[in-house]
């Protein structure tokens, strides 16, 4: 049961899930609902995290 995860790494914020798509409830006049994109800040949408950045949180 291997414990590492090969690189790249899922992003820890978001998971994998870099984008979330978001009903607001509102609809537009056309009928269809609006919704919002949230982009991960984290991983910028992709999901991903850089293993040099790891590295830099973690050495000290
Ligand atoms: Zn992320």
């Given amino acids: ?13 978001c998971d994998g899930f870099a984008t979330a798509v978001i009903t607001t409830g509102t609809r537009r006049p056309d009928g269809t609902r609006a919704t919002l994109t949230v982009t991960c800040p984290t991983c910028k949408g992709t999901g991903h ?12």
């Fill in 49 to 60: 995290t850089t293993p040099t950045a790891d590295l830099v949180r973690a050495g000290r």
């Fill in 1 to 13: 049961m291997p414990q590492h995860t090969p690189s790249p790494r899922v992003c820890r914020d």
